[in-house]
């Protein structure tokens, strides 16, 4: 680092250790408890204030030099080590973004809550997420350079670690492939042990959100992204809901430090004015989690799945349903970027290598995990009667972008398939919806069909905790 990086470095730990940044223990909220909120559930002009806030931090001082912003990815590339494949991963990161989210309170004068976004309840088809829509954080970097041409931060010039565009590269490519589902992310509740927990949960499921959206991304700079701040937050619900499960410890924390020494809840946390003790309870840091059911573009999830009947029902006329067929192998998966199947889950993409080591993960180790993975993905998908709240049939808005390029959608249900022929011209949601609607009710033709190769329910699966998280949270009704 020169001289010019380390006085800015000075600058900022001096910047967040001004009192509103503090909420410490043992200090009051002079606001209260803020509640933190799932992006899509803002309103636009809460949205917009985020953004704002966002941008005035990107706001260099002086033309030419490096913003406030700028240096928070300075810092999170400096504590690559201390932060990363550690005990400090999770308390490091809340810290982190918690300080971040002071300094949006206070250059905008308002109270800004940080949105977290829940990436796996759009993990079936994450490319059309809202997040990169246009007003929000823009799609895809263009082909040609990598640059993110659109959305709300297209003209936003990181300087870190050299000046360029803002870029992506969804899996060094133009495709995006699954992230970890909400059974995926909740059968991690089965780790009673901190460390276990925090280890398994930062790679594959945290890593693979990185990895796949590429360039800034999976770099050390990765919160040169403003889609960072979203997708740590939600890593942060992630744990506080483990730390509040009951049977857990909330205050647990164990493991090893780099340094050897045992992690202990008096290590200091990089570049903020806290130690591991003083974040285990977010109310301390004066905020909590919105729950998220699951709802989008004012569809309500449950009106899908809700819909399936538990006998037959015969398709509207104008819908037009393959007979049931014998899928060809009971046990495949739809591949990575299948975009066709809406009732079964997809596998994540293994993660790169060389992402894997600048993590200082152990390749092996990461391999063998995304076996386990790919092992519960095919279990849930044999869940006689149960349907994920992040399958495709649940998704009409992911859906929409999608079906307009394919004449037909399939469902696969242990070893038989329905497909559904998609009418010419069925491009604008409520048709769409319309559409799942009609294949939701066709899903009592299938099951009856299906010959039983489980025995298994959520529970079984993903274990009894997770499967209760996933069902209070997403409002599962069965199995
Ligand atoms: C070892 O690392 C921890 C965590 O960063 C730190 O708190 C502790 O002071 C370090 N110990 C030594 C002897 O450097
Ligand atoms: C499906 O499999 C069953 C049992 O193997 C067989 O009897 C039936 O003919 C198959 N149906 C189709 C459409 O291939
Ligand atoms: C499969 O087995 C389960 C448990 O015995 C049962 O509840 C379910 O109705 C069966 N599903 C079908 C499609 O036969």
Redesign the pocket.
Known sequence: MHAFAKLLSLAAVLTVLSPLSLGVAGQQCPNGIGVRPEIRTLSPGDLKAFIDAVKLLQTPRNRGQPSEYDNFAMQHNQVRT?AHN?P?FLPWHRAYIRVFESRLQAVSGRRIMLPFWDWSFDSQAPAGSPVFQDNMFGGNGRSSDGCVINGQFRDWRPVYPSPRCLRRSFDRGASLSPFTSVEGIRSLFRYRDYNTFRTQFEFPPHGQVHNAIGSDFSSMFSPNDPLFWLHHAFVDKIWSEWQRTPGNNPNAYNGV?????Q??V???L?YTPYRVRDVLDTRNLCYVYASFGGFSGGVSRRSVTDSVPRTATSLAPDVTLQDVANASDATARPAADDQLELLQLRDPKPLSEDFIRMNNYDVAVVRQREEEARNMVKQLNAIPNYVSPAALINRPDLALNIIGKHGSLVATKGNKRLRIKVPTGAKDSTMIHNLLRKMASSLGTLQKHVVNNSRKTLADVIGATGAQSVKSIYGVRSS
């Not at 430090?257 to 020494?261: A, L, Q």
């Open positions: 201390i550690t400090q430090n780099p340094n050897r020494s992690a202990s008096n290590d200091q990089a």
